[in-house]
């Protein structure tokens, strides 16, 4: 089992930084694929960013040269850096974590969530 605990959310100003701190309790964090996933008011939730074991990221096309996931296993940790944020960047923001990740971008394929935190970006 895995329990993930969200952190860093808040109200900023477009063009502010935020950084996003998911940290994880359980065994064999360095092995899981971990996600930052976020969700709108009336929207879907949508794939953000994602680090594999092993240190292999990718992104969402909306975010890639503004926001930077990383992970520090050792402190059973994962970060979403999120620079020159965009009102539409506002949504609450989901960590998710499991072993075995075919399609990074479904959220179904996660097993592990924590309870969301919001950002709100204003113009």
């Known amino acids: 089992q895995v329990q993930l605990v969200e952190s860093g959310g808040g109200s900023v100003q477009a063009g502010d930084s935020l950084r996003l701190s998911c940290a994880a309790s359980?065994?064999?964090?360095?092995?899981?694929?971990m996600a930052w996933f976020r969700q709108a008011p009336g929207k879907e939730r949508e794939f953000v960013a994602v680090?594999?074991?092993?240190?292999?990221?990718y992104y969402v096309d909306s975010v890639k040269g503004r926001f930077t996931i990383s992970r520090d296993d050792a402190k059973k940790t994962v970060y979403l850096q999120m620079n020159s944020l965009k009102p539409e960047d506002t949504a609450v923001y989901y960590c998710?974590?499991?072993?075995?990740?075919?399609?990074?971008?479904?959220?179904?394929?996660?097993?592990?969530w924590g309870q969301g935190t919001q950002v709100t970006v204003s113009s």
């Open positions: 359980g065994r064999a964090f360095s092995m899981y694929t």
């Open positions: 998710a974590a499991d072993s075995v990740v075919h399609y990074y971008s479904d959220y179904s394929q996660y097993d592990y």
């Open positions: 680090s594999w074991s092993g240190g292999n990221t």
